[in-house]
């Protein structure tokens, strides 16, 4: 199989799972616990039904919307996921080239990869920075300046990993940063010798945002105690609001799936949220966010910019978002797997085939803006 071969999310999910080794595939496939949540991410898009309105003249189709006083050329963006050089050596530098070319916005997280101001320097396009909380205040305030200084302007934390999900599969494997495999997990490695050839051959990996302010070197801090001992279990509304007013600026909580939480961000004065279980892998049995997103936009859409991520495999589910009052809906996995599958080159071919799906979709459903979609373009069933 190669890269002219993928048609659609699928396709670039089994490229990537041909390329990576069995622990790193895992990594981005897998959720937690028995992954019920992981699988409802995707499947409550098919509870609800697109109503196509015919012969409206639609000829030229606007995707572009606003978001976090941000212009995009599409309605989705590219949400900011952790340790992206181990699934391709371009790493965050392929999705923010490709962000780029389609004119939309990417994030960069606290664990990636290529520092946020190599990439704020290079493009053009929107940078949003995702952030955990640590207990030490004087290190989120020492990340926070150090995304003022790179020119980000969007701050986006994280507020559904206070701690690690029960991830199986990374446990059976022995998934770990820095690696600390089991025989099995080593196993894995070796019968994808050329994911280790280009992993040794390229730039040493490394976490330049925290490399910056933490030791994550040698064993003296693994990814899974970062979660269990630094960041702060015991995060409450009032610390983030002297984060929101150390800000200044575009502020977004990831995470939210509560409509009361939606009305208490807009209280302290974020100005978006992202209704996301953390793609299935923080808490599993919880509700998804596009079965929340009506809820939420109804409670506190008129007060900030709700947005959401979290299985998203097709157009239409897009479409169905925006329809439900989703300024925008954020990739993570969709461009991942492409990301694995051939870097940039990948990154690009999904969000072209992305691109064309919606502006056909647009146009058999009779819109030709997303201004034009609204609730009543839905029917509902269980």
């Not at 495999?181 to 040794?200: D, E, I, R, S």
Request: charged share 25%; net charge neutral.
């Amino acid at each position: 199989m190669r890269l002219k071969d993928c048609h659609n999310f699928h396709d670039f999910r089994r490229l990537a799972q041909r390329r990576l080794p069995g622990p790193i595939f895992n990594y981005i496939d897998g959720g937690a616990d028995d992954e019920v949540t992981l699988r409802r991410n995707s499947e409550a898009f098919n509870r609800v039904d697109l109503m196509p309105s015919v012969l409206r003249g639609v000829t030229d189709v606007d995707l572009s919307v606003t978001a976090m006083g941000q212009k995009l050329d599409l309605p989705v963006y590219l949400s900011p996921t952790a340790l992206q050089r181990l699934f391709h050596h371009q790493g965050e530098r392929a999705t923010a080239a490709a962000a780029e070319k389609f004119g939309t916005m990417f994030g960069v997280s606290s664990l990636g990869t290529v520092s946020m101001a190599e990439l704020a320097q290079k493009h053009r396009t929107p940078q949003c920075y995702q952030f955990y909380f640590h207990k030490d205040r004087g290190l989120n305030r020492a990340m926070m300046q150090s995304a003022k200084e790179a020119g980000i302007k969007v701050m986006m934390l994280t507020v559904d990993s206070i701690t690690g999900g029960n991830r199986e599969r990374d446990l059976r494997t022995g998934f770990s940063i820095p690696f600390r495999l089991t025989l099995g997990g080593m196993m894995q490695f070796a019968m994808k010798p050329m994911w280790g050839l280009n992993y040794v051959t390229h730039e040493k990996f490394s976490l330049p945002q925290l490399d910056a302010h933490i030791d994550m070197k040698g064993d003296s801090l693994t990814i899974g105690r970062y979660f269990t001992e630094m960041l702060d279990p015991g995060m409450n509304w009032d610390d983030v609001a002297q984060m929101v007013q150390d800000w200044g600026g575009e502020f977004c909580l990831k995470g939210v799936i509560h409509p009361d939480d939606a009305r208490r961000a807009a209280e302290i004065g974020c100005t978006g949220i992202v209704l996301s279980n953390h793609g299935g892998r923080q808490l599993d049995g919880s509700r998804t966010g596009f079965e929340a997103l009506d809820e939420v936009v109804q409670a506190a859409g008129d007060r900030l910019d709700v947005m959401i991520d979290g299985g998203i495999q097709r157009g239409t589910h897009v479409l169905k978002a925006l329809s439900l009052g989703a300024k925008a809906v954020g990739l993570g996995r969709f461009y991942l797997y492409a990301l694995a599958a051939a870097g940039q080159p990948g990154i690009e071919r999904a969000l072209g085939q992305l691109k064309a799906e919606l502006i056909r979709d647009m146009r058999l459903m009779g819109a030709r803006s997303v201004a034009d979609l609204g609730r009543a373009n839905l029917r509902f069933h269980g």
